[in-house]
């Protein structure tokens, strides 16, 4: 009888035993920050899946006890893998490593789509996210002509980027968005590992300098209540994160070669690796075109170095320097009547650009524990842009080989900016704490005068001490506070204040001046005007972002930030025979609204579509008048207020997985990208600007294409149309003599682009252009002009990697 009822004891044991159900559960951080990590997928090979939440928490209920193996899944992290013995309750901690160490691959069952664009977490490598709209772009997984940092195809799944192409090689950026100017991307802050790459931040926020997208690891853009963390700006943040250092080897070396139309040449090679604490990682970068328009020749030399040592677990220290330098020559610009006769003709073989820009950054990151993280970085410019050019307002005149006009421009900039991320416990939940403070002060000398009659690229006066009719320092300092906080009301929704405090005092002493001369060209009167301008003021912005998740891979955000846009050095003078400046326009301010939904975590789809409201006080802008010559002159003046609202859509989705899963080595990804926006001057004291549409703001700006993978082979396929934009206030269709303003019509563009690995090999070909297209994107008001500054018509590139 006793043996029974044992009997009977044991085996119920063994028997409920094989039935407890038990939980496992866990937080998933990022291994660099400690930061919360949301949106990630977690995988069972049972076939269980999970996603992360907004503090980094997944959890599995009623799981039979037995070995499991967990996978987790991220786009900006390396895949994690372990197994796990379930016999009772488990509450994992788990470190994720970023994407941009190398290190070894795991194999896992669950096959992922490379979009090669996504978005940045909430928080996110010292920075606050939560609640605003921001794309990352991977460059590795894209498949577009990288040799020539091609923005229409590197920026394609960015929504509404009005982008400026008007030379080949890729040496400058220039984008804006939502009516921005996109002038060397002036209306963004733009920066390189977190520090500001521009002339000058405040007087001269153009920049020069775009690194190649081949050194890219990711490109970061924040808009909206960007302005918080990283500036007063109207259109946000762009942040080129270079490649990292591999983390499992001493060397890797990528070799890159190009060959393309029009004499095109590049040559990348890179050195990567790591020893010890040690690690770097460095490239050069040689680059060379005859151009599609004749005298519109370059030649380009870019170098970088990053190294960084770890002190400790917790301490790391590293430095980068930049150096960069090209010489260009210029064919100017054309009007309405010479590009409708010839796009490709020039009449200027003079005209020269010297660009020669020099950065170092240092920085110094220490987790305090595992809740807090201190970052310091220190940064530092020194630079030159010269031009040199004959540039009458009449765009047609032929070269007279006249003395040229010469401006030169000196930048000496220095700063630092220091950040404290706190993570804590408010009401039983997480909350996360960015505080800051910025320090940055400029000295910057920019002259203008008579240049040599030559034909060679020589920046030097002509007698500089009594030709020279412009020679300005501006000196700058500006001290900046800024917090932002992170507040989880419950698993779904959170709400993130911010706040900034700006102190900025500019002045500019020189002098300006004229020189008249006489029919034989002889100088009879040469007058000079000195002059002390100095502007200082203090102000304080807020903002607001929102954010609210109904299910695991679905967000809704909102936010609102105040905006604020000093007058430049530009805008306080300089000489230009077409172009009048306002000795009394004052700074720029507004706000901008973003509201939208967008994916999250999403293996196959990937959208966000938002609707935005941009309010410009004092926009800056150019009219045109006709002076007391009846000559057609160009006013830089406040012109008013703009509003500017419309919608930002995108979305892509692997079309083939969503429809044949069971074969996982092919990939149809399809994408769209549509902003439908409307514009309008609301108020102005310049006469007929009330109710016209705001400067370079296309009513649709369309960009989609498909990419289709089958193993090692890749194609994409793009096309791009943007409807017709004014290129000023008054909204003049017919350029004129100078053609610097007017209509910038419609046009829609085509590029196929083709990719193939072979073990260490890369092969890369490009057709930019497909159906050679005709068109422009901008008339320019001086250098590389005045006038239209044609697009390049149909080129071909082709480009082979050596990687060991």
Not at 691 to 715: M, R, S, W
Request: a positive charge; proline letters at 3%; aromatic letters at 12%.
């Amino acid at each position: 009888m006793k043996l029974k009822v044992y009997s009977f004891l044991f085996f119920s044991c063994v028997f409920g035993n094989c039935l407890a159900q038990y939980r496992l559960s866990g937080v998933i951080r990022s291994a660099a920050d400690s930061g919360a990590v949301t949106g990630v997928r977690v995988v069972l090979h049972t076939g269980n899946k999970a996603v992360s939440d907004s503090l980094g928490h997944f959890e599995f209920k009623r799981l039979a006890a037995g070995t499991y193996t967990l996978y987790v899944l991220s786009d900006d992290f390396r895949a994690y893998q372990e197994e796990i013995v379930l016999e009772k309750h488990i509450h994992l901690q788990i470190g994720l490593n970023s994407r941009s160490e190398n290190l070894q691959e795991l194999l896992v069952s669950e096959k992922k789509t490379d979009f090669g664009f996504s978005r940045l977490r909430g928080v996110e490598a010292m920075g606050i996210y939560e609640g605003k709209k921001s794309e990352v772009i991977n460059p590795e997984q894209l498949v577009a002509n990288l040799s020539t940092n091609n923005a229409r195809q590197i920026y394609a799944r960015v929504a509404g980027l009005n982008i400026w192409e008007n030379e080949s090689g890729g040496l400058q950026l220039n984008i804006g968005g939502r009516g921005l100017d996109p002038n060397r991307s002036s209306n963004f802050n733009v920066r390189q590992n977190g520090h500001d790459i521009s002339a000058d931040a405040l007087g001269y926020p153009e920049s020069y300098y775009t690194p190649p997208v081949e050194a890219i690891g990711r490109i970061q853009i924040v808009r909206g209540a960007a302005s918080l963390q990283y500036g007063t700006q109207f259109g946000g943040l762009i942040n080129f994160v270079m490649r990292k250092p591999v983390a499992d080897k001493p060397l890797e070396l990528v070799a890159r070669q190009s060959v393309g139309s029009f004499g095109f040449y590049n040559a990348f090679t890179s050195v990567s690796g790591t020893k010890g604490k040690l690690s770097y990682y460095s490239f050069f970068q040689y680059k060379r075109a005859d151009g599609w328009r004749a005298n519109s020749h370059f030649n380009s030399y870019n170098f970088y170095a990053d190294i960084d040592y770890k002190l400790s677990e917790k301490t790391s220290v590293g430095f980068d320097v930049t150096h960069m330098n090209y010489l260009a020559r210029q064919p100017g610009g054309l009007s309405d009547a010479m590009f409708a006769d010839n796009p490709r003709q020039t009449n200027r073989a003079r005209n020269w650009f010297d660009v020669n820009w020099n950065m170092l950054a240092v920085h110094f990151d220490h987790k305090i524990n595992t809740s807090s993280d201190f970052n310091l970085r220190f940064f530092g410019l020194s630079a030159h842009r010269y031009s040199i050019g004959f540039r009458p307002n009449r765009v047609a005149t032929i070269d007279d080989n006249s003395a040229r006009d010469l401006i030169k421009g000196e930048f000496t900039n220095w700063g630092t900016e220091a950040r404290y991320l706190k993570r804590y416990n408010l009401l039983g939940r997480q909350s996360v704490l960015l505080v800051g403070a910025r320090f940055y002060n400029g000295f910057n000398h920019s002259l203008q005068g008579q240049g040599s009659h030559g034909r060679d690229a020589d920046f030097s006066f002509v007698e500089p001490e009594r030709l020279t009719t412009y020679d300005y320092e501006f000196p700058n300092r500006n001290v900046a506070l800024f917090a932002e906080h992170i507040l989880y009301l419950g698993e779904k929704f959170s709400i993130t204040p911010g706040v900034r405090y700006e102190s900025i005092s500019t002045r500019a002493d020189g002098y300006y001046g004229s020189i008249q001369r006489d029919l034989a060209g002889n100088i009879i009167n040469i007058t000079k005007t000195e002059e002390s301008r100095k502007n200082s003021r203090s102000f304080l912005l807020g903002g607001i972002g929102l954010s609210y998740k109904p299910h695991e891979q679905i967000e809704a955000y909102g936010n609102f930030s105040q905006n604020y846009r000093s007058i430049t050095f530009s805008d306080m003078r300089i000489s230009n025979p077409s172009s009048v400046i306002d000795p009394d326009m004052k700074d720029e301010k507004g706000y901008s609204i973003d509201l939208g939904i967008r994916s999250r975590g999403t293996e196959l789809l990937n959208f966000d579509f938002s609707l935005f409201y941009l309010n410009y006080n004092n926009r800056i802008g150019e009219v045109q008048f006709y002076d007391e010559m009846n000559r057609i002159m160009r006013l830089r003046t406040n012109v008013g207020q703009a509003v500017i609202f419309g919608l930002e859509s995108y979305a892509e989705a692997d079309v083939f997985r969503l429809l044949k899963p069971e074969i996982p080595d092919f990939n149809a990804v399809v994408f769209g990208n549509v902003a439908l926006i409307k514009s309008e001057y609301r108020k102005s004291l310049m006469p007929g600007v009330a109710g016209n549409q705001v400067e370079f703001v296309p009513a649709l700006n369309l960009k989609t294409g498909v990419k289709l993978a089958y193993k090692k082979v890749k194609a994409s396929f793009q096309f791009t149309r943007l409807s017709d934009q004014f290129s000023e206030a008054t909204n003049a269709r017919d350029g004129g003599i100078s053609s610097v303003v007017g209509l910038i019509p419609a046009y829609k563009v085509m590029d196929l682009s083709l990719s193939y690995e072979l073990g260490k090999f890369r092969l890369e070909g490009s057709v930019n252009n497909l159906s050679d297209e005709m068109y422009f994107t901008r008339r320019a008001t001086g250098y590389p002009g005045p006038g239209i500054l044609p697009s390049d018509g149909r080129s071909y590139y082709l480009t082979v990697q050596f990687k060991i």
